[in-house]
């Protein structure tokens, strides 16, 4: 069974997929109201759901006129995007931001589900028995490797 803030992320992407649209601005409660959840499950989706490293900017205005606007990040070339990526994961990328650049470029059909699996059990942390920050810095040269020979190699 999904939990709430698996719901959640799901509308907010289902919203963002429907006409092609690039942003979304949305009011925290009145989402919370539709879900009959907290206002702040919808910043703990937001936040952890919809970063940088799974290819959305936010923004938010606190107020009586606030709002939340989540924007997907579009690239015209596959290179483009994998060049930010590079760019994100050095010099030292965390296990959490990894996963989100690998789902990144699983949702963006630069990498297959097989593909996605065996980079995810690379770069785990238990295969990588290294004390931090070494672990991370480990990490950001296997993903940088990684995106290099995607960007370069076909």
């Given at each position: 069974?999904?939990?709430?803030?698996?719901?959640?992320?799901?509308y907010l992407k289902n919203i963002l997929n429907?006409?092609?649209?690039?942003?979304?601005?949305?009011?925290?409660?009145?989402?919370?109201?539709?879900?009959?959840?907290?206002?702040?499950q919808i910043n703990y989706v937001i936040k952890?759901?919809?970063?940088?490293?799974?290819?959305?900017?936010?923004?938010?205005?606190?107020?009586?006129?606030?709002?939340?606007?989540?924007?997907?990040?579009?690239?015209?070339?596959?290179?483009?995007?994998i060049e930010e990526i590079m760019d994100m994961?050095?010099?030292?990328?965390?296990?959490?931001?990894?996963?989100?650049?690998?789902?990144?470029?699983?949702?963006?059909?630069?990498?297959?589900?097989?593909?996605?699996?065996?980079?995810?059990?690379?770069?785990?942390?238990?295969?990588?028995?290294?004390?931090?920050?070494?672990?991370?810095?480990?990490?950001?040269?296997?993903?940088?490797?990684?995106?290099?020979?995607?960007?370069?190699?076909?």
């Amino acid at each position: 069974m999904r939990n709430i803030s698996d719901i959640i992320e799901e509308y907010l992407k289902n919203i963002l997929n429907e006409d092609h649209q690039k942003t979304i601005e949305i009011k925290r409660s009145e989402i919370a109201d539709q879900f009959q959840c907290v206002p702040s499950q919808i910043n703990y989706v937001i936040k952890t759901r919809f970063t940088v490293e799974k290819g959305y900017i936010v923004e938010s205005k606190r107020g009586g006129g606030g709002y939340i606007r989540i924007s997907r990040i579009e690239h015209k070339k596959d290179s483009d995007m994998i060049e930010e990526i590079m760019d994100m994961v050095q010099p030292t990328v965390s296990q959490t931001a990894a996963l989100d650049v690998i789902t990144r470029l699983l949702e963006s059909e630069i990498i297959t589900n097989r593909e996605a699996k065996i980079i995810q059990s690379i770069i785990d942390r238990e295969v990588l028995a290294f004390p931090l920050p070494l672990r991370d810095e480990v990490r950001s040269r296997i993903m940088t490797a990684l995106l290099f020979t995607l960007k370069y190699k076909s």
